[in-house]
């Protein structure tokens, strides 16, 4: 939720987003592309409809080699969440809570927006930092990862399968473990969650759908729906 706040200081500090067509929330430990923001807002004015976007991450292993952070289609990452300010403000923004990075591209569906990320070579960054580590380790961060889908409103049966998937990455057993453990201890502990029933029905029918039929095929259907809902 800090770096929420962060990003409301920057984006007052800026005049505010009344000013701008596109707004981003970017993380400092990336590197980017020479072209990164060009492209990503030429997709924007090709698709009017596609609200949420970025590219991919890649992390650096300790001899240099690249390899990808595995991350579902359908959201933009968190590390560069770029927006349409229509969209941003119709969604509400961020919500200023652990799991925010989470809840803004369902937000983005529910509201008749497109939010995805794509792996395109011009496109690919580089994350100096593992995703879900926290500034304190990556145990604290997979529980916060946890805890995120729990205020989120995430089914048990789907924070297992997430849970298990990442158990077969880095760091292997104890990140999907740890996904667990928050998300089990936010629920043992009744922690709030997001109040906005609807979202949570959208969001659980979403989970089941992916999980059913493929994260890919399930965000294709919601897109074409909100292309045949805006012709």
Not at 5 to 20: K, N, P, Q, R, T
Not at 114 to 142: C, F, K, N, Q, Y
Request: aromatic fraction near 12%; glycine fraction near 12%.
């Amino acid at each position: 939720p800090g770096v929420i706040e962060a990003f409301y200081a920057g984006v007052e500090a800026a005049g505010g987003l009344d000013s701008f067509e596109y707004v981003c929330k970017l993380d400092a430990d990336l590197e980017l592309p020479p072209r990164y923001f060009e492209l990503v807002i030429e997709e924007m004015r090709r698709e009017p409809l596609l609200g949420n976007y970025s590219g991919k991450v890649q992390i650096r292993l300790p001899d240099g080699t690249l390899i990808d952070e595995r991350t579902g289609d359908e959201n933009a990452n968190g590390q560069a969440k770029f927006y349409r300010v229509a969209c941003f403000k119709e969604i509400g923004g961020f919500v200023r809570e652990v799991g925010w990075d989470g809840i803004d591209g369902h937000m983005c569906r529910l509201h008749g927006w497109m939010a995805r990320s794509e792996d395109r070579p011009e496109l690919r960054m580089v994350h100096r930092r593992l995703m879900g580590s926290s500034e304190v380790g990556i145990w604290t961060g997979r529980k916060r990862w946890g805890w995120g889908k729990y205020f989120m409103g995430s089914s048990p049966v789907y924070v297992l399968a997430v849970s298990v998937y990442r158990m077969f990455e880095r760091p292997f057993v104890i990140g999907g473990l740890g996904i667990l453990y928050g998300y089990v201890k936010s629920w043992v502990m009744r922690k709030p969650r997001i109040e906005d029933k609807a979202f949570i029905r959208h969001l659980r029918r979403y989970e089941m759908e992916s999980l059913l039929h493929g994260k890919r095929r399930t965000m294709q259907k919601y897109h074409d729906r909100i292309r045949s809902g805006a012709a």
